[in-house]
């Protein structure tokens, strides 16, 4: 695959014809009139909109800048694979594009990308596909240039290495096995986290109870309670029956009251019939007789007519108090009759009661029988994901352990491709750095705590050399470039952003490393660039200055006033340089 135009229906957009091999370079350059504004920047002429734009045309998703600045505008990318031309024109703001003269869908022209065949694509692994794997070779974004391994600065460790591994020709199923056997394992680890902060659950988890007999005391009290169920009688008079057999209650508890007090009075009046008067006419004449002094005949004749009128009361008092003992006894007699009559009712009532249950009471007792179910079911999840847990951690541990092994052994025979890689990226950095240690190394992760499976590093060692790691990322890329492995891109752009800290030596180095290569196997390399970033290399490239960095100019872009001289041919304010 090499790109052959960018162009636009819109007539101020400047087309973008690319050299078929060798350097294209893209320059944004002031002009006259401006070369004396110190407050005229290189900033967006459309050196990275150039980027944007590809990879619109490319199949990105919707890009938010381009829906709110560029709407309706289009954009026709001319490109070609296996000898054949491909065009794919499309508009921002619309959901479809033509491409090859066929209008699709996004999600069917990023299928048809898919299967032209640029990457060897396996059938069987979904995250893999053009869009992901195009962006080493067009590195859309400002986070792009942060670290080699990281086209996309949202991808994760994981597919930094699998999109690594496919571009490197490393055995990339291995990075998938360990991260689907990590990530199963992960997945059990937090089912019995779950468990673990369960608060009904905890208690076994941390050993503080045993679950197999909680288990047990759980049947036998379910078994009890649905054999209890199943025996329960509900009355529909439950309810009525009860409150009268309170209202018995308290009609009993009336009557022995009232009874209470009855005998009372009962005692009261029989202690009253057993009283006599304390003085008798006897003893008085017998008091005198003792004290020798005769008493005169009348006053013995007074005393026994008080004695006879005092017998007369106490006789009378005795019959009056024998009728009220009579009818307090009679009124008593009744009370117990009638408290007998409500005991026999209330008894009544409670063999009633005792036979028969409330539904209140029976829809109680199955909240209660459906808790303990849940309980029990809890617990017996629980002690099956215990089994399942240590019996699939061990396996993936196990088949973990066993792929560790193989991956180490395959390694070993890979050793001169690995070799290749070491040397090649070390070649290119040579370029820059004479003998300083640098290389791509690849080892085996053999840490079962992570879901990475080699850790690829390529690395130049220099003592905190500006811009060495953009030459990591020139270098990085342009291995994948050159050693084609699963891929058949001709091309390689890069942003000029990536020679931003960069001396005029590694520049120059980049170029002439850059040129050499393009031309030797027929390859692309595209790249943005600011004329002061030129400009110094200029006495030190010598015959090569014109060749290699004014006869591959493709394009330049100025900062002409009103935006006649940007990308786009006016003036328009986009932040689209974060948007892939």
Not at 44 to 66: D, R, T
Not at 337 to 366: C, F, P, S, V
């Amino acid at each position: 695959m090499r790109l052959i135009q960018l162009s636009s229906s819109k007539p101020s957009f400047k087309t973008v014809p690319f050299n078929r091999t060798g350097l294209s370079l893209v320059v944004g350059k002031h002009t006259p009139k401006q070369s004396k504004n110190i407050q005229s920047t290189y900033n967006g002429v459309g050196k990275s909109l150039l980027i944007a734009l590809l990879h619109f045309c490319l199949g990105a998703s919707k890009n938010k800048q381009f829906e709110t600045h560029l709407k309706g505008w289009d954009f026709t990318l001319v490109f070609e694979h296996n000898d054949i031309e491909h065009r794919i024109t499309r508009t921002v703001g619309e959901d479809k594009l033509v491409f090859d003269g066929t209008e699709l869908r996004l999600a069917t022209y990023k299928t048809a990308l898919d299967q032209l065949g640029i990457f060897e694509l396996p059938a069987d692994v979904s995250t893999l596909s053009f869009r992901s794997l195009v962006s080493f070779f067009l590195r859309p974004t400002k986070g792009s240039y942060v670290s080699p391994e990281a086209a996309i600065p949202q991808w994760t460790p994981y597919y930094k290495v699998l999109y690594q591994s496919f571009l490197l020709g490393l055995d990339y199923y291995r990075v998938i096995q360990k991260h689907d056997a990590k990530k199963k394992l992960d997945e059990q680890l937090t089912l019995a986290k779950k468990y673990k902060e369960d608060t009904e659950l905890r208690e076994f988890y941390l050993g503080e109870k045993n679950a197999e007999m909680e288990v047990a005391s759980l049947k036998e009290r379910i078994a009890k309670l649905e054999s209890d169920l199943s025996n329960f009688t509900v009355a529909k008079d439950y309810s009525d029956r009860e409150v009268l057999a309170n209202d018995l209650r308290s009609s009993i508890a009336d009557s022995l009251n009232e009874e209470a007090v009855l005998q009372a009075r009962i005692a009261d009046v029989e202690l009253s019939m057993t009283l006599n008067p304390d003085v008798t006419p006897d003893r008085v004449k017998r008091l005198y007789r003792e004290a020798e002094i005769a008493l005169p005949n009348l006053i013995k004749k007074r005393l026994d007519e008080v004695d006879a009128f005092h017998t007369r009361l106490r006789d009378n008092r005795l019959r009056r108090l024998q009728i009220e003992t009579d009818k307090f006894n009679s009124e008593l007699t009744r009370l117990q009759g009638n408290r007998a009559a409500l005991e026999r009712d209330l008894d009544n009532i409670l063999q009633y009661l005792k036979a028969h249950r409330a539904l209140d009471e029976y829809t109680e007792n199955n909240r209660f029988l459906a808790s303990l179910t849940a309980r029990l079911r809890k617990i017996e999840d629980y002690l099956t994901l215990l089994d399942k847990y240590t019996n699939e951690a061990q396996r993936i541990r196990v088949d973990m352990s066993s792929a560790t092994v193989q991956t180490t052994e395959e390694l070993k025979a890979m050793k001169p491709h690995l070799e290749l890689l070491m040397e090649t990226f070390r070649g290119y950095a040579k370029e820059f750095y004479g003998d300083k240690p640098a290389g791509l190394v690849v080892r085996n992760n053999d840490s079962d705590d992570n879901q990475i499976r080699y850790d690829i590093d390529a690395r130049i060692e220099h003592d905190a050399a500006d811009g060495i790691n953009n030459v990591r990322i020139f270098c990085f890329d342009l291995l994948l470039l050159i050693l084609h492995q699963r891929h058949d891109v001709n091309f390689l752009f890069h942003d000029s952003r990536l020679f931003a800290e960069m001396d005029w030596h590694q520049r120059l180095t980049l170029f002439r490393l850059a040129d050499e290569l393009a031309q030797k196997y027929g390859l692309q390399y595209i790249a943005t660039i600011n004329e002061d970033q030129i400009e110094p290399v200029r006495t030190a490239a010598g015959k090569q200055f014109d060749r290699l960095f004014n006869d591959s100019r493709i394009l330049e872009l100025t900062d002409e006033p009103g935006g006649q001289g940007k990308l786009l041919g006016v003036q328009i304010e986009m932040k689209y340089g974060e948007e892939p």
